[in-house]
């Protein structure tokens, strides 16, 4: 039932949001962003990001206003870059892992 799904998106670009959308429409239980990076203007093709967003911590921003999507969806950021997340306790928890440009060592890290 994806009502107790777990999702994780590793790096919050616009791909990764978009994918994370439709899962949190279609009512996913829990979804996990892990991102390191502050929002500039490369980010600005990411329909969750606004201008106003420039200086902050994208993950946070992009979790926060997926949220807002459906009421019954939870979620946390993880303030982390995907090699240090990989290597965390947190991966067996999850479900379905969303992984958007990242190097060769961490796609195989996972399996890709």
């Known amino acids: ?4 799904s777990r999702v994780l998106a590793i790096n919050c670009d616009s791909l ?6 439709n899962l949190v429409l279609a009512g996913t239980g829990f979804i996990g962003i892990v991102d390191d990076k502050i929002i500039d203007e490369k980010d600005m093709d990411n ?3 606004s201008k106003n967003d420039i200086g902050a911590k994208r993950g946070e921003i992009c979790i926060n206003n997926l949220l807002e999507l459906n009421p019954d969806v939870k979620g946390e950021f993880f303030e ?3 090699s240090e997340f990989l ?3 947190h991966i067996p928890t999850f479900d379905l892992i969303v992984a958007s440009n990242m190097d060769d060592v961490n796609s195989i890290k996972l399996g890709f």
């Open 1 to 4: 039932m994806i009502s107790h």
């Open 16 to 21: 990764s949001c978009e994918i994370m959308k």
């Open 47 to 49: 329909f969750f990001i």
């Open 80 to 82: 982390s870059n995907s």
């Open 87 to 89: 290597n965390s306790v």
